[in-house]
Nanobody
Framework: QVQLVESGGGLVQAGGSLRLSCAAS???????MGWFRQAPGKAREFVGA????????YYADSVKGRFTISRDNAKNTMYLQMNSLKPEDTAVYYCAAGFMLTVPTTDTFYDYWGQGSQVTVAS
């Protein structure tokens, strides 16, 4: 069983930066891990994900070039560095994990989810 806990959310001005962390209890070094977000009144959407080795990383077009995902398997922690934030990035951000070799962009493939962390970008 894997439990995920996000931290690092908050309120930031447009153009600013935030870093989210996702700490896992239990080993996740062989898990694909990803970030998703859900804005009010909208469906949950893919943000980015990376393979267990960190060798394969995928991003949504809307965040490409601004967000960076990384992981430290020794600490069982994944990070989402968000730069040049825009008001449309406002959402609850969720980290997710799944025991698989692929790096899917669809949330149904992930087995474990964190509780979510609110990110609000003020214009």
């Amino acid at each position: 069983q894997v439990q995920l806990v996000e931290s690092g959310g908050g309120l930031v001005q447009a153009g600013g930066s935030l870093r989210l962390s996702c700490a896992a209890s239990g080993r996740t070094d062989r898990y694909t891990m990803g970030w998703f977000r859900q804005a009010p009144g909208k469906a949950r959407e893919f943000v980015g994900a990376l393979s267990w080795s960190g060798g394969s990383t995928y991003y949504a077009d809307s965040v490409k070039g601004r967000f960076t995902i990384s992981r430290d398997n020794a600490k069982n922690t994944m990070y989402l560095q968000m730069n040049s934030l825009k008001p449309e990035d406002t959402a609850v951000y969720y980290c997710a994990a799944g025991f698989m070799l692929t790096v899917p962009t669809t949330d149904t493939f992930y087995d474990y989810w964190g509780q979510g962390s609110q990110v609000t970008v003020a214009s």
